[in-house]
Nanobody, 116 residues
Framework: QVQFVESGGGLVQAGGSLELSCVAS????????IGWYRQAPGQQREEVAV???????WYADSVKDRFYILRDNAKSSALLQMTSLKPEDTAVYYC??????????WGKGTQVTVST
């Protein structure tokens, strides 16, 4: 059974930083592109960062130059380093396989709240 477990969220002031962690189990992590997604209240879930198996990265325009995605295949983990946070970054953050997330892989996510 594949499982993604996210952690590291919290409450932070605008301009602050947070680092999210995602640990996967039950799948060959190193061969998958991994994505970080977020869902704000009343909005659809959106993909904000991707790291391919070769380390190549992609970011949504809304987070480019502020968020950074990393992976550690030995630990089956992916990090999302978030800097210069804005109130509009407030959302529940999830990880999953990139571009075509698998519905049964969604975890509980981790809440990020950015205050003004």
């Amino acid at each position: 059974q594949v499982q993604f477990v996210e952690s590291g969220g919290g409450l932070v002031q605008a301009g602050g930083s947070l680092e999210l962690s995602c640990v996967a189990s039950g799948l060959p992590f190193s061969i998958h592109a991994i994505g970080w997604y977020r869902q704000a209240p009343g909005q659809q879930r959106e993909e904000v960062a991707v790291i391919k198996r070769d380390g190549e990265v992609w970011y949504a325009d809304s987070v480019k130059d502020r968020f950074y995605i990393l992976r550690d295949n030995a630990k089956s983990s992916a990090l999302l380093q978030m800097t210069s946070l804005k109130p509009e970054d407030t959302a529940v953050y999830y990880c999953n396989t990139a571009w075509t997330p698998i519905n049964t892989f969604w975890g509980k996510g981790t809440q990020v709240t950015v205050s003004t």
